[in-house]
């Protein structure tokens, strides 16, 4: 599984928000990433107080050993 992982940060109150977007696209344009992660902002989506931080892709892999209830 792959999900890109958007990191906001309040530095007054020490917290931090991050918003998790499964399978982004492969090619992951950085100019753009910033003016979107910044759009969430503007729009009110990320409360007030908080900027873009950093920006992630994760991916893990799941590997099921035991399911007895399928």
């Given at each position: 599984?792959?999900?890109?992982?958007?990191?906001?940060?309040?530095?007054?109150?020490?917290?931090?928000?991050?918003?998790?977007?499964s399978?982004?696209?492969?090619?992951?344009?950085?100019?753009?990433?910033?003016?979107?992660?910044?759009?969430?902002?503007?729009?009110?989506?990320?409360?007030?107080?908080?900027?873009?931080?950093?920006?992630?892709?994760?991916?893990?892999?799941?590997?099921?050993?035991?399911?007895l209830?399928?």
């Amino acid at each position: 599984m792959k999900r890109l992982s958007l990191v906001y940060r309040n530095e007054t109150e020490g917290k931090s928000l991050r918003i998790n977007i499964s399978e982004p696209i492969d090619n992951i344009d950085s100019t753009e990433l910033e003016q979107d992660a910044q759009s969430l902002i503007d729009n009110g989506l990320v409360p007030a107080g908080y900027v873009f931080d950093e920006a992630r892709v994760i991916e893990t892999n799941t590997n099921v050993v035991l399911d007895l209830i399928q």
